[in-house]
T-cell receptor, first 115, second 114 residues
């Protein structure tokens, strides 16, 4: 069964700093991996999706990398802003036969960016 | 705008009572899911459905029931058999985009036992 670990559990940084969030998973037979953002009391917003054949994906100040063989992914946030404060979740998706796939989530990293 | 609507946002349940959480999507997605989130825990899958009139148990289905009578709707009933129902419930949907799966979440329902 897939297990996902996110380190650190919480992180507090001053505004403007670059930072890295880490995600590790035990089963490397994944189809893709997604990074999500969750604001307090809200649903999840998809940030980046990396296919298993890709090494990285970028969107604005966010860059996610994937090393499937070692079971690791990182989310890099450049020039952090107070609006980046949220919980970040990673979720690898298994190879699925047909029609749907069930994500396995880590517990998340709670990020606080201090003005 | 296309999306997933969950209602109500907050729900209170008395001991021994069944309650139903609503999830509606207008994305024309085939698959729908229910996840439960507890403080300090990752999301855990309750039930999922790939097509109308078909659904499968997830990791923590005991004490829950679902139906999928329409493609757009996937309601979750929390029964009295669920001993610890206080949690944040998230509904999601996916569809094949031609190159990958797109995953969309609703804004959640917070259920509290009183």
């Amino acid at each position: 069964k897939q297990e996902v670990t996110q380190i650190p559990a919480a992180l507090s940084v001053p505004e403007g700093e670059n930072l890295v969030l880490n995600c590790s998973f035990t089963d490397s037979a994944i189809y893709n991996l997604q990074w999500f953002r969750q604001d307090p009391g809200k649903g999840l917003t998809s940030l980046l999706l990396i296919q298993s054949s890709q090494r990285e994906q970028t969107s604005g100040r966010l860059n996610a990398s994937l090393d499937k063989s070692s079971g690791r992914s990182t989310l890099y946030i450049a020039a952090s802003q107070p609006g980046d404060s949220a919980t970040y979740l990673c979720a690898p998706a298994p190879r699925s036969g047909a029609g749907s796939y069930q994500l396995t989530f880590g517990k998340g990293t709670k990020l606080s960016v201090i003005p | 705008d296309g999306g997933i609507t969950q209602s109500p946002k907050y729900l209170f349940r008395k001991e021994g009572q069944n309650v139903t959480l609503s999830c509606e999507q207008n994305l024309n997605h085939d698959a729908m899911y229910w996840y439960r989130q507890d403080p300090g825990q990752g999301l855990r899958l309750i039930y999922y459905s790939q097509i109308v009139n078909d659904f499968q148990k997830g990791d923590i289905a005991e004490g829950y029931s679902v139906s999928r009578e329409k493609k757009e709707s996937f309601p979750l009933t929390v029964t009295s058999a669920q001993k610890n129902p206080t949690a944040f419930y998230l509904c999601a949907s996916t569809t094949w985009t031609g190159t990958s799966y797109g995953y969309t979440f609703g804004s959640g329902t917070r259920l509290t036992v009183v």
